[in-house]
T-cell receptor
Framework: DARVTQTPRHKVTEMGQEVTMRCQPILGHNTVFWYRQTMMQGLELLAY????????DSGMPKDRFSAEMPDATLATLKIQPSEPRDSAVYFCASGTGLSGTTTDTQYFGPGTRLTVL | AQSVTQLDSHVSVSEGTPVLLRCNYSSSYSPSLFWYVQHPNKGLQLLLK??????LVKGINGFEAEFKKSETSFHLTKPSAHMSDAAEYFCVVSSSPSGGSYIPTFGRGTSLIVHP
């Protein structure tokens, strides 16, 4: 049963510290999404990759957030320095990303719950 | 441009009664529409999707949704609620001009509460 994995599941850190969240997409999927979920804002898209290339990161605060795909099996989301307002659940999702279609299903990981003190 | 509006932030039903979660969308192109469910402390899972085939779409766990272009709606229904249906439900629209990349838009979510 293929699934998206995310590590760590929970992270508590202090303001100013660097945080790195990792995602392993389903093997063979070539799109990856990073989302942030909070009670106030709901689900926000932070970044979107296709074939490891970033296609959209307009939702991501550029001064402190960065997203990369070092290879097809790993996506990372980094926050440096972290702030209390970054506390949220961060989800990664992957999809087959068939070119020219809007019908792609996203498969979500279990999320990383981040608390910044 | 595309957008999606979930008309109710909370819906409360009794077990065994019908469920209706409402979703309206806006899209400049022929859209694909999805419903995802999120159980507490879990990731989102696809319930069903509409991709321009049959307008009545059946999903998992007895849910179904009907695409109504004239009303720009994609409401989610279930004849009889079960306690395990208590969760957050997200309506999603995805559309793009002929081919190319796309970015789906998520609604704010509807929390379904099921009373015994």
């Amino acid at each position: 049963d293929a699934r998206v994995t995310q590590t760590p599941r929970h992270k508590v850190t202090e303001m100013g510290q660097e945080v790195t969240m990792r995602c392993q997409p389903i093997l063979g999927h070539n799109t990856v999404f990073w989302y942030r979920q909070t009670m106030m804002q709901g689900l926000e898209l932070l970044a979107y990759f296709r074939n490891r290339a970033p296609l959209d990161d307009s939702g991501m605060p550029k001064d402190r957030f960065s997203a990369e795909m070092p290879d097809a099996t790993l996506a990372t989301l980094k926050i440096q320095p972290s702030e209390p307002r970054d506390s949220a659940v961060y989800f990664c999702a992957s999809g087959t990303g068939l070119s020219g279609t809007t019908t792609d299903t996203q498969y979500f990981g279990p999320g990383t719950r981040l608390t910044v003190l | 441009a595309q957008s999606v509006t979930q008309l109710d932030s909370h819906v409360s039903v009794s077990e065994g009664t019908p469920v209706l979660l409402r979703c309206n969308y806006s899209s400049s192109y022929s859209p694909s529409l999805f419903w995802y469910v999120q159980h507490p402390n879990k990731g989102l899972q696809l319930l069903l999707k509409y991709t321009s085939a049959a307008t009545l779409v059946k999903g998992i766990n007895g849910f179904e949704a009907e695409f109504k272009k004239s009303e720009t709606s994609f409401h989610l229904t279930k004849p009889s609620a079960h306690m395990s249906d208590a969760a957050e439900y997200f309506c999603v629209v995805s559309s793009s001009p002929s081919g190319g990349s796309y970015i789906p838009t998520f609604g704010r979510g509807t929390s379904l509460i099921v009373h015994p």
